[in-house]
């Protein structure tokens, strides 16, 4: 089946700090992946997306891209602010017997800290 | 107008009872979506359901009962609620089933069972 494994939070970060939070992929089939943020007291909401191998999805100042060959879709950015705080989630979608189904990471709690 | 909406935002009941959450979403969108959410901010998808018909039903108690009385509104009924179905109940939808990827979350009903 599908899975996705994110790194362990909760980060804390102070302002202005670069941000890496790892995500890798088991999947049958060739997946579509994605990064969803959840900003405290809201539900999710697509941060950005990526196709096929080697694709970068970017929005917002982050960027991930899609390594095939380590499985792994890293959500990075270059200047954190105080704003990025919230849960951040990898997730992954395939077709055939999973078709419908986004599977998702257990969450990355990000903090930021002017 | 909120695209996602669902109530209550909090529900805090005994155990046994029965209770039901409501969602409706004014996006026109076909496909409508049940996850839930633990305290570790896992999230699962529960139920899916197309144009008013159920077409995914993951491993859920047959006490969780999701009904569509039409396309733009996916209810979900507890019955005998238990300690362990204390988490965030998230609404969802998208456009079709085909464009899955894209969803748009409510912002979810706290359920607390005592």
């Known amino acids: 089946g599908n899975s996705v494994t994110q790194m362990e939070g909760p980060v804390t970060l102070s302002e202005e700090a670069f941000l890496t939070i790892n995500c890798t992929y088991t999947?049958?089939?060739?997946?579509?992946l994605f990064w969803y943020v959840q900003y405290p007291g809201e539900g999710l909401q697509l941060l950005l997306k990526a196709t096929k191998a080697d694709d970068k999805g970017s929005n917002k100042g982050f960027e991930a891209t899609y390594r095939k060959e380590t499985t792994s879709f890293h959500l990075e950015k270059g200047s954190v602010q105080v704003s990025d705080s919230a849960v951040y989630f990898c997730?992954?979608?395939?077709?055939?017997?999973?078709?419908?189904?986004?599977?998702f990471g257990q969450g990355t709690i990000l903090t930021v800290h002017p | 107008d909120t695209a996602v909406s669902q109530t209550p935002k909090y529900l805090v009941t005994q155990m046994g009872n029965d209770k039901s959450i409501k969602c409706e979403q004014n996006l026109g969108h076909d496909t409508m979506y049940w996850y839930k959410q633990d305290s570790k901010k896992f999230l699962k998808i529960m139920f899916s359901y197309n144009n008013k018909e159920l077409i995914i039903n993951e491993t859920v108690p047959n006490r969780f009962s999701p009904k569509s009385p039409d396309k733009a509104h996916l209810n979900l009924h507890i019955n005998s609620l238990e300690l362990g179905d204390s988490a965030v109940y998230f609404c969802a939808s998208s456009q079709d089933i085909a464009t899955n990827e894209k969803l748009f979350f409510g912002s979810g009903t706290q359920l607390s069972v005592l």
């Open positions: 997730a992954l979608i395939t077709g055939g017997t999973s078709y419908g189904k986004l599977t």
């Open positions: 999947a049958t089939g060739y997946p579509s």
